[in-house]
C-alpha cells in the first residue's frame, strides 16, 4: 500500500455495514436500555428519535460530506477544503486524539463483553445467587490481570484486521460480523418477548407515559436523549469521514446516512426488546445503570430454560457490536499515519497496536491498582474520566467544527457542502432548513455541551 494509490471499498452494502457498525456499538446495546430504563421507557423512546433525526442525522451527513470531497481521513480533511489562511485543520488533531481516547477505555469494555462470552458459555455464573452475579463482576474488575489480558486480545484482534486491509480485512469482517449481529439480535428479541410476563415489559418499553417521564425529571430526560442520539452516532471525530472518504459518488448522502441511522435506531430498539421484557418477566429493575448488562441480566440467563446458550449469544452478540467499532475506529486511528505521514500499512498498525496496548492499561487498571485514584469525585474512575473528556467535550466540540464549517462561509461554506451531500441517486439534503442548521442547531449543541458540565459539577 503505497502513499499515493488510496484504498478504496469494495460494495455499498460494506460501507453501510461498516458505518453502521462504527455507529452500533455499546452505546446501543449497553447504554440505551438502561438510559431508557432509567427515564421511564416509552415517553424518553420517542424524544430520543426525534433528536436523532433533527439533531444527529444532519451531523453524520456533514461529517460524510467533508470526508468524501476531500478522500482523506480527518488529519487531512479541513486542511484540503478549508479556505487559505483558516485554521479548521486544527481540529485533525483534536479529533484523531478523540478517536485514541474512545479505544482507550472502549477496548476495556468489549474485553468485558468478550471475557462474558467465555464465562457464560463455560458455566462460571450458572447457579449464581443474584449477589454471587454481582460479586463475580466485581472480581473480575478487580483482577488486573484478567482486565489486561482481555484488553489485549481485543486490541490484537482489531488491529489484526486493519492489518489485513480494508477491503479483505475490515469490509469483510463488518459484513460478518453486522449479519450475524441481526439475525443474535432478532433470536434472542423472540426469545425474551415470549417469556411467562413480557408483556409488562413490552408496554413499558412501547407505550409512552408521559407521566413517568415528567417524574424522572423532564429537562433530565431531554438532555439526556439529546446525548444519547448524539453518542450513538459517534460523530464529530472523523470516525464517521473516513468511510464517507472511501466510498463514491452514486448515491446522495443523505440517503448513507437515512440508512445508517435505520440500522443504528433497529439495533438499539430491538436490544430494548431484548432487555426491557426479560427483565419484567423475572422482576429486575430496568433502571439498573451501567451493570445492567453484566449483573442484571446474567440473573435472568439464570432463570432461564436454556440460559447458558442464551446468555453465551447476548454476549456474542455484544462482543460483536463492540467488536466492529474498534475495529472502524482503529481504521480511522491507522488510516490517520497512512495519510498524513506516509506510513506504509503494515508500519501504521505496528506502531499503532504498540501505542493502544500502552494507552488501555490505565482504563483496565483503573478499578484494580489505580481504583484509589478517582478524578470526578468518589466512586469514579478512570473510565469515567476518559469517557467525560470524549463525551461531553471533544464528541460536541467537534460536532459544532463540522456544522461551522459546512454552513459558514469563512469555512468550507453552504455551497460546497451541498454540492457533495446531494451528489448521486437519492434523497436530497433540505436545503429550505438552512436557517435552522445555521443558527439553532450550532446552539443546541453548544447547550448540550454547556449541561454536560453542569449536570457533572453542579448538579
Given amino acids: 500500500m503505497h502513499h499515493g494509490e488510496r484504498e478504496s471499498l469494495g460494495s455499498r452494502l460494506g460501507f453501510l455495514f461498516i458505518s453502521a457498525g462504527c455507529a452500533i456499538g455499546l452505546g446501543n446495546v449497553w447504554r440505551f436500555p438502561y438510559i431508557t430504563g432509567a427515564h421511564g421507557g416509552g415517553a424518553f423512546v420517542i424524544l430520543y428519535l426525534l433528536f436523532l433525526v433533527f439533531l444527529a442525522l444532519p451531523i453524520m451527513v456533514m461529517e460524510f460530506a467533508v470526508g468524501r470531497a476531500s478522500q482523506q481521513n480527518i488529519g487531512g480533511s479541513f486542511r484540503k477544503l478549508e479556505p487559505p489562511g483558516t485554521h479548521w485543520h486544527l481540529h485533525g488533531y483534536t479529533g484523531i486524539v478523540g478517536n485514541y481516547l474512545l479505544m482507550m477505555f472502549y477496548t476495556t469494555v468489549a474485553g468485558w463483553m468478550m471475557a462474558y462470552c467465555y464465562y457464560t458459555a463455560s458455566g462460571r455464573l450458572a447457579g449464581l445467587t443474584a449477589d454471587g452475579v454481582d460479586a463475580f463482576f466485581g472480581a473480575t474488575l478487580g483482577n488486573p490481570g484478567v482486565q489486561v489480558g482481555w484488553m489485549v486480545v481485543v486490541t490484537v484482534i482489531g488491529m489484526a484486521v486493519c492489518y489485513i486491509g480494508l477491503r479483505r480485512g475490515v469490509e469483510t469482517v463488518a459484513k460478518v460480523m453486522m449479519s450475524g449481529l441481526f439475525i443474535l439480535l432478532v433470536a434472542l428479541a423472540i426469545r425474551a418477548v415470549t417469556l411467562p410476563g413480557a408483556e409488562a415489559g413490552i408496554s413499558f418499553y412501547l407505550k409512552p407515559d408521559w407521566n413517568r417521564l415528567v417524574d424522572s425529571g423532564l429537562w433530565t430526560s431531554v438532555y439526556a436523549a439529546m446525548g444519547q442520539a448524539f453518542f450513538t452516532l459517534s460523530i464529530g471525530i472523523g470516525s464517521m469521514a473516513i468511510f464517507g472518504s ?5 448515491y446522495s448522502l ?4 437515512v440508512t445508517v441511522m435505520i440500522l443504528d435506531l433497529v439495533a438499539a430498539l430491538l436490544a430494548g426488546l431484548v432487555i426491557f421484557p426479560a427483565c419484567f418477566a423475572y422482576n429486575v429493575n430496568p433502571g439498573g445503570g451501567p451493570g445492567l448488562v453484566f449483573v442484571t441480566l446474567p ?3 439464570n432463570n432461564m430454560d436454556g440460559g447458558r446458550l442464551w446468555g453465551f449469544l447476548f454476549f456474542l452478540f455484544m462482543t460483536f457490536a463492540a467488536l466492529t467499532t474498534v475495529i472502524a475506529v482503529f481504521e480511522n486511528i ?3 499515519a497512512i495519510d498524513v505521514w506516509h506510513f506504509s500499512r503494515k508500519k501504521s498498525v505496528l506502531l499503532n497496536a504498540v501505542l493502544m496496548l500502552i494507552l ?3 482504563c483496565a487498571l483503573g478499578p484494580n491498582l489505580l481504583a484509589s485514584w478517582q ?7 478512570v473510565l469515567d474520566l476518559e469517557d467525560f473528556i470524549l463525551s461531553n467535550n471533544i464528541l460536541p466540540l467537534g460536532s459544532l467544527v463540522y456544522l461551522l464549517f459546512c454552513t459558514s462561509r469563512y469555512g468550507w461554506g453552504w455551497d460546497n457542502f451541498i454540492a457533495e451531500a446531494d451528489m448521486g441517486k437519492g434523497r ?10 445555521t443558527y439553532v442547531l450550532p ?3 453548544l447547550l448540550i455541551f454547556v449541561q454536560g458540565y453542569i449536570e457533572k459539577f453542579f448538579s
Fill in 246 to 250: 472511501y466510498i463514491p459518488r452514486n
Fill in 254 to 257: 443523505t440517503t448513507e446516512s
Fill in 299 to 301: 440473573n435472568v440467563f
Fill in 334 to 336: 491507522v488510516s490517520y
Fill in 360 to 362: 488501555g492499561l490505565p
Fill in 375 to 381: 478524578p470526578l469525585g468518589p466512586g469514579t474512575g
Fill in 428 to 437: 436530497k439534503f433540505p436545503q429550505r432548513m438552512r436557517w435552522y442548521f
Fill in 443 to 445: 446552539l443546541i449543541v
